[in-house]
């Protein structure tokens, strides 16, 4: 068992044990705003072991958990899991259903279940961007394989290149329909000689790539569903900072931030203006680890986006730059050629094959839990639109 799964469960059984000391249904409020601190504390505590200001860069890190990596992705997806169980407990356990339809709560939970029901549709369109980075890994290991053969002779040489421009046209589609851009030009000046018959070869890798992800409504933006998630979260001021109208907000925040990491990270439909859409208040003390997160990844995205990216993801940045080096080594290939380049061509190759060893062991339980995350979204919804009808009924006067 994770820590932090053994850490959430003593915090389940510390409320678990308050609430059914509970005699009264009137909530004591100094055991309440114990309840609140503590969770405030565990968000902050959790984001913080995500930050590592240590690093120089928030992508070229070389560890397994750099940031936006697979593996941090999955620690990300883990903290979101663990906040949205302690949530529901101080949400639902042992209260009075009509609580939760008084205000503010009568407005703010239900704007929590439309952003969630907007997560469920990220969470699908994430889903389809791991499929397309699985493609991309597949291309990347036929390289390393032709690659790796000793010696290198023209036959390898010619089943790398091949792998590696489709490789840099897959990672050259762009957030909206089509290619285009600087990216696009850089990755199909390789290979010009080929006239119209490279122009053939270049459509019908895009064609065959974007059917692999293009699985959200042709009009469907993934910025959009960011900003309309966004739009009405505002952090709770005077007497509502000290109620249930305060979890609301952090869990909303963990959930925002969560999703716009994930669309970030890996290749979504439409990301245009992706850095601008999150705003964070700095006075909150316990959002201080995800300002300075979300900082890190909004700089690398507005020098990524003004040339067109394919996400943020350090395993495809890796992917990147070796493959565009590697073809330019095919490209120039010479059957005698210089001890050094083959050495550095070696160590490209081994990098190369271990950045895919990595998706091969990450992908798939990464695309794992965002399927967890949206069946307990999916759940949590159900939950609370239950207690909510609840409330309804015992409001309703008799007749």
Not at 385 to 394: I, M
Request: contains cysteine; neutral net charge.
């Amino acid at each position: 068992m994770r820590a932090t799964e053994n850490n959430q469960g003593s915090f389940l059984n510390r409320i678990s044990i308050r609430r059914n000391q509970i005699v009264s249904m009137d909530v004591n409020h100094e055991q309440e705003l114990q309840d609140l601190d503590l969770f405030q504390k565990r968000v902050s505590d959790r984001f913080s072991n995500l930050f590592s200001p240590s690093d120089e860069s928030p992508i070229a890190g070389a560890g397994e958990t750099a940031l936006l990596s697979i593996a941090w992705l999955r620690k990300l997806l883990d903290v979101y899991l663990c906040c949205e169980a302690e949530f529901k407990v101080l949400l639902l356990m042992g209260r009075d259903p009509a609580h939760i339809s008084k205000a503010p709560l009568d407005r703010l939970v239900p704007e929590l279940l439309d952003r969630a029901v907007k997560s469920l549709d990220i969470c699908n369109a994430v889903t389809h961007g791991v499929e397309a980075i699985r493609h991309c890994q597949k291309l990347a290991e036929i390289a390393v394989s032709a690659l790796g053969q000793k010696p290198v002779g023209d036959g390898q040489v010619r089943r790398a290149k091949k792998a590696l421009n489709s490789l840099i046209a897959a990672m050259a589609v762009e957030d909206k329909d089509g290619i285009g851009g600087k990216f696009s030009d850089r990755a199909w000046s390789f290979g010009r000689k080929g006239g119209a018959g490279s122009a053939s070869s270049k459509d019908r890798t895009v064609g065959q790539f974007r059917s692999l992800w293009w699985g959200m409504a042709k009009g469907w933006s993934a910025a959009r569903q960011l900003q309309a998630m966004s739009s009405n979260l505002v952090a709770p001021r005077g007497a509502e900072s000290t109620g249930l109208a305060q979890p609301v907000y952090i869990m909303s925040t963990v959930m925002m931030f969560t999703m716009w990491a994930l669309v970030a990270a890996i290749p979504c439909q439409e990301r245009t203006g992706l850095a601008t859409h999150f705003p964070i208040p700095r006075h909150l003390s316990w959002a201080q680890p995800m300002i300075g997160l979300q900082e890190k990844i909004a700089d690398e995205w507005k020098k990524k986006e003004k040339k067109g990216s394919f996400g943020l993801l350090d395993e495809i940045q890796k992917l990147e730059k070796l493959g565009f080096s590697l073809t330019e080594f095919a490209e120039s290939f010479q059957f005698q050629a210089e001890s050094d380049r083959l050495e550095e061509v070696a160590t490209q190759v081994a990098e190369l094959a271990e950045t895919c060893q990595k998706m091969e062991e990450g992908l798939v339980p990464l695309q794992q839990q965002i399927r967890e995350v949206f069946h307990k979204v999916v759940r949590t919804r159900t939950e609370v639109l239950e207690v909510l009808d609840q409330s309804g009924k015992v409001s309703t006067p008799t007749m």
